[in-house]
C-alpha cells in the first residue's frame, strides 16, 4: 500500500467497454492507488493523448503507464502498441495490456509488438481488485520507471 510520501504517477487507461473501465477506475480507487487515471476510449485517442493532440489533450501529461484494452473499436491494442513501439518518443512508455483474451496467440503477438505485459482481465470483482494491486506494487513501488521526457 502506498503512503503520503508516495508521489503520484499518470496512469493512461485505453478501454472501450463502460463497465471494465468503471471496474478498473474502482479498483484503483479501492486500493487507494497514488495515482492520476486518465481514460480513453480507444487506440485514436490513446494517440491523441499521448501526442498531445487536440484541444482536449493539449496539456495531457506524458504517462508513466498504460493499462491497454486489445479489442477496440477504430485501432485496437495491437495497432496502438505497435505505432507508439515505432515512435521514439514513446517507446520508452510501459504498456500492459488488460484484456479478456486468453488466446496464446493474442499474448505472443502483442509482447512481440513490445508490450511489457500481458494480463487476463479476471472476472471476480475481488480477484480484479487483486491484481490491480499487484499492478500498483510492481510498478509503482518495486521498478524503476523512466523519466518523464
Known amino acids: 500500500m502506498t503512503d ?37 476510449w480507444d487506440g485514436v485517442e490513446a494517440l491523441a493523448f499521448l501526442r498531445q493532440q487536440g484541444a482536449d489533450y493539449a496539456d495531457a501529461p506524458r504517462p508513466d503507464l498504460i493499462l491497454l484494452d486489445l479489442n477496440m473499436p477504430r485501432m485496437n491494442g ?29 499474448v505472443v503477438a502483442t509482447y512481440q509488438l513490445g508490450a511489457n505485459g500481458y494480463i487476463t482481465k479476471p472476472v471476480d470483482v475481488e480477484q480484479f481488485i487483486a491484481v490491480v494491486r499487484q499492478i500498483e506494487g510492481y510498478w509503482f513501488n518495486v521498478v524503476r520507471l523512466p523519466s518523464k521526457q
Open 78 to 106: 495491437r495497432e496502438f502498441l505497435a505505432k507508439i513501439k515505432s515512435e521514439p518518443d514513446l517507446a520508452s512508455i510501459p504498456a500492459i495490456v488488460l484484456t479478456t483474451s486468453d488466446i496464446e496467440r493474442d
Open 4 to 40: 503520503k510520501s508516495t508521489p503520484l504517477f499518470d496512469v493512461l487507461l485505453v478501454e472501450d467497454e463502460p463497465a471494465d473501465a468503471h471496474l478498473i477506475k474502482m479498483s484503483f480507487k479501492e486500493n487507494r492507488v497514488r495515482c492520476n487515471l486518465h481514460h480513453v
